[in-house]
């Protein structure tokens, strides 16, 4: 039996429902038919329209406005503070280095190692060191040969690696490990790679449009991969749109773009902040920022374990 506390609450229930449908009600900004399905424009998500029609009619009116908060938006999203593109070592967890010399992929289990992790010296139950030549992760044996390591990335190709797929890439383009060169492949797999988050594939099609390898030279091409790369974390993109925007003097994009490449790890960036400061395009607060940055990224990647792997080889640095 219905109570009247009943009654009330189903109706304030039911004018909640007519509350909430109102509000999702839109208006056509060309014809100003109200609807619920209405589709919002997809460059500047301002306005809604009922069909494309009425979008086409209303451009001429919307362009203007339409562009200038869609650029809002890209730059809304290109300098945020992207992700380390690599990640953390999946052994020690500390922050991957920016240099590729401080990192190795592992064909095996499809790993990023740190070097601290690869050259960390490996104990008996005694104490005693022993010599290791397997994988620090999978503890797979090290392959034998060349062909032997190549038989195990074909494998990570199947299993979708991206970084496998970028490295076939590298091979294509070199024409290297039996590979023939062919430009328009290794674009072709550095794509797809980028589409499974890979930074470096975007970066590398960027420098195939900035130099012309494979493809026409096309700076505007290479400027939109290098953005790509960027926002998934790779610093070298990041330091070459700051580098294109001093070129274009437009110095407050390239504090923005250098700023985050520093607290990336990438030091020609740390540099450049300088320069801009020595030479008054830059201010004393930017540059005391990017080297705060910069500190804070040594303090991440640094371990015991990759500093004795530093010292044990002179051509390894991974800062």
Known sequence: MSTKLDVLMGKMNISDDNTDKKENISICANCGKEGHDLKSCTACKMVKYCNRECQIAHRPQHKKKCRKR????HDIELFKQPPSPHGDCPICFLRMTT?????RYQTCCGKMICSGCIHAPVYDDRGNKVDNHKCPFCRTPTPP???????REKKRLELDDPIAIYNLGIYYQDGSYGFPQDYTKALELWHQAGELGYADAFLNIGYAYQYGRGVEIDKKKANH????????GSASARHNLGFMEIEAGNMDRAVR???IATRG???NSLNNIKELYSDGDATK????????LYQEYLSEIKSPQRDEAAAAREDYRYF
Do not use: I
């Not at 869609?70 to 938006?73: H, K, S, T, V, Y």
């Open 99 to 103: 240099l590729a010399s401080g990192s």
């Open 265 to 267: 790890g990438y030091t």
């Open 70 to 73: 869609a650029a809002e938006l």
């Open 225 to 232: 991969y290098w953005e790509l790369a960027s926002m998934k």
């Open 285 to 292: 607060e930017d540059y005391m920022k990017a080297l705060k």
């Open 145 to 151: 040969s060349d062909e032997e390591a190549m038989e």
């Open 257 to 259: 773009h250098l700023m």
